[in-house]
């Protein structure tokens, strides 16, 4: 396949997994970025793949996927034609730039490969290892060529001198090693860091060796018998990466920002003399740079909770471009209910909206704002039955904001407490909350006036659903306590509890809710350390509820999520349309459970990273997983099995006057629903004509 037919393609539709429809994002950028040496391409490490762009006008040209692990390092060939990549799956690989063809993979051991690097002929790879070894590679034939031992713990980086005859390499025991490329021999050993060494790099006239630590340190080395020169950088935290300019007259280094200086530094080669931050406070972590070959633009690769691609000019500082599509991790995700728009809710605390048809993002909204809003997580998002309006709740703001989906204009709701959850009544008149202080409000979504106040829980609440109807809404809480409750008068109508000896009881907080879409089922989810999952680690629970007699309907389900793997739970259980099967996430796929066997219908697989939360569109034909793998996968979903009797819409074993009162309840209403008897998109007279043909039956 041809660059030039790829690059025509629709990325949100490339190297998608079995099942899926769209990707929205690009992934979480891993960290290691380059440029092409021949200046027209711009490569970044992703927790999906590598994307590869072109390097003037940022528009993704392929997507190299293959790699089972995160992608430490990555380097382009000489000649610009080649990448290669090395991963914590043990494999170095091969790939053809301008077609996204895999060449060829070099396996390594067991310790994985952090860093790798083309000799300047382009006829060697080198290798740092997880097990402290460095390795030469033919890179033509992929074979080993020699192993060179020394480092006590991981080669973090590794770099060949401009004329190739030596290798550098920096690893965690805290030393820089050289050696002799052509006779295979060790020639020096730098041991003046105190800490980690993360990168080295030399100098293009190679006089010059820079490495640096973890501990906010950067040592230039002289190769002509010069004292070396150390630099306390002032980074906030560990520096990640160190790059010479083209010219040799610039050194930079990338790390935590907001210390002394930002989280790019440009330095004067010769001098050690401080000249530039380039990202000021705007910017909190930078993981890898890299210099553009004319020395003009250097490109980040961003970390803590952005995870974006910044390019800056570096004579003017200015900032020229940001690759958005790579962002932090999913946490949330909402589905309008027509199926047509997506909200997702990143670590970086921006809800960005998605056209799902496209697959192109149409707006962001910029979170609660007020002091360091970075530590204002959202906690809740959740559209509005007509889509117009998006509701979210963030970590320490008291406050609700009601979003108009195409204005993007907000109405802040003043609230008492900190909102854990929301949810909209099916009216979308109401909006219910819940809050760390135990109490659950209703609120008027027009006039942001609160209703009432249902008070009986006795910690934070931590999941809300209203019934289809309305007129129920049921609430968990932190201490594993389940109610229900009467809309119109706020009296708490019963407790759901479970029986300890047949563990159908949670035993810590209610992560989610969800009623069937005829409202006779409840099924709810928490974490339980009692439970042994299906991976092998403590999981978490989902109980189904009878609504009418508060009894679980048999064992519960046991999801393979291991309550100490994110600190973030898996928070969704989410009923299909019919109802006749409900979806969660589990570690890092989505599974489809059928109610009536008690069975896994289908699981979708894809994701590299834990999913977070789901969602179904109103019509059925969309499930939306959010990953911590910074992306969302749209699926199509499996249309439900026939009905031997469609017009049993309630399916008690016969058509009777109930089955006619459901339709009449649902008139009017498009979305998927049993009460669409003849499945023809809309619940109308047709419909009542059918059931009530066939009553008695």
């Known amino acids: ?24 994002g690009n992934g ?83 310790w994985g490969f952090y860093s790798v690097a083309f000799s300047p002929d382009g006829e060697m790879l080198a290798s740092g290892d997880g097990d402290g070894t460095v390795q030469l590679w033919d890179a033509a034939t992929g074979e080993p060529l020699e192993t060179f031992t020394g480092h006590r713990l991981q080669v973090s980086s590794v770099a060949f001198s401009p004329d190739g005859r030596t290798l550098a390499s920096g690893g965690l025991d805290d030393t820089v090693r050289l050696w002799d490329v052509s006779t295979r021999k060790p020639v020096k050993i730098f041991s003046g860091h105190k800490a980690n060494v993360t990168s080295v790099a030399f100098s293009p006239d190679a006089g010059t060796l820079a490495s640096s630590d973890q501990d906010r340190n950067i040592v230039l080395w002289s190769l002509t018998g010069i004292e070396h020169k150390s630099i306390s950088s002032g980074h906030a935290v560990a520096i990640w990466d160190i790059a010479f300019s083209p010219d040799g007259q610039i050194l930079a280094s990338c790390g935590g920002g907001q210390g002394l200086n930002g989280a790019i530094n440009l330095w004067d080669a010769a001098t050690g003399e401080h ?56 946490t949330s995700v909402a589905l309008s209910p027509n199926g047509e728009m997506l909200a997702s809710v990143n670590d970086d605390n921006i809800i960005r909206l998605w056209d799902v048809g496209t697959g192109q993002q149409k707006r962001t909204f910029l979170g609660h704002e007020g002091h360091n809003r970075r530590d204002k997580r959202f906690n809740s998002i959740v559209f509005s039955p007509d889509g117009q309006t998006l509701a979210s709740s963030a970590d320490r703001v008291r406050e609700i904001i009601l979003w108009d989906v195409d204005t993007g204009t907000r ?39 609160q209703l009432k106040i249902l008070k009986g829980h006795t910690a934070p609440i931590f999941s809300l659903a209203f019934s289809p109807d309305g007129q129920t809404l049921a609430s968990g809480d932190w201490d594993a306590n389940i109610r229900l409750w009467d809309v119109a008068t706020g009296a708490e109508l019963k407790t759901l509890e479970g029986d300890p000896e047949k563990r159908t009881e949670h035993t810590t907080e209610v992560t989610s809710l969800a009623f069937s879409p005829n409202g ?27 609504v009418a007699t508060g009894e679980p309907l048999g064992r ?58 789901i969602a179904i569109s109103g019509d059925g034909r969309t499930l939306a997983s959010g990953s911590h793998d910074g992306t969302v996968l749209l699926w199509e979903l499996p249309p439900p099995a026939l009905k031997e009797t469609p017009e049993d819409i309630n399916d008690d074993g016969a058509v009777n006057i109930q089955d006619l009162v459901l339709v009449a309840a649902n008139f009017g209403k498009t979305e998927a629903n049993d009460a669409d008897v003849n499945d023809d998109g809309v619940i109308n007279i047709q419909d009542l004509v059918k059931v009530a043909a066939a009553i008695g039956s």
């Open 28 to 110: 979480r950028a891993t960290g290691d970025i380059a440029f092409s040496p021949d200046g027209t391409r711009l490569a970044v490490a992703s927790t999906i793949g590598i994307w590869i762009y072109d390097a003037k006008t940022y528009q993704a040209l392929v997507l190299l996927t293959g790699h089972d692990d995160e992608i430490p390092s990555i380097a382009f060939s000489p000649d610009s034609t080649q990448l290669a990549s090395a991963s914590w799956d043990n494999t170095l690989r091969l790939w053809d730039v301008t077609t996204g063809e895999h060449l060829k993979t070099l396996n390594g051991q067991r």
């Open 556 to 613: 519960p389900i046991v999801s393979g999520v291991p309550n100490y793997s994110t600190g973030r739970f898996q928070k969704s259980v989410v009923f299909s349309s019919k109802g006749h099967a409900f979806a969660y996430g589990e570690l890092k796929t989505i599974v489809l459970w059928d109610i009536a066997t008690g069975q896994e219908l289908k699981t979708f697989s894809g994701h590299t990273a834990y999913v977070s939360e």
């Open 520 to 546: 006779d089922i409840l099924a709810s989810r928490s974490q339980d350390q009692s439970l042994p999952s299906r991976a092998n680690f403590l999981g978490e629970m989902i109980i189904l509820w009878d």
């Open 411 to 449: 109405k802040t709701i003043p609230t008492e407490q900190v909102i854990f959850n929301l949810a909209f009544s099916p009216d979308g008149q109401t909006l219910a909350s819940g809050d760390w202080d135990a109490n659950i409000r209703l609120w008027d979504v027009a006039t942001g006036e």
């Open 275 to 330: 000249l530039k931050d380039l990202t000021g406070r705007s910017v909190a972590n930078v993981l890898g740079i890299a210099f553009s070959p004319d020395g003009q633009t250097l490109a980040g690769s961003i970390g803590f909770r952005e995870y974006t691609v910044r390019v800056w000019d570096v004579g003017t500082g200015a900032e020229l471009k940001t690759l958005t599509e790579h962002a932090s991790e999913i």
């Open 1 to 24: 396949m041809g660059a030039i037919t790829f690059a025509q393609q629709n990325p949100t539709q490339w190297h998608l997994p079995e099942g899926a429809k769209a990707r929205l």
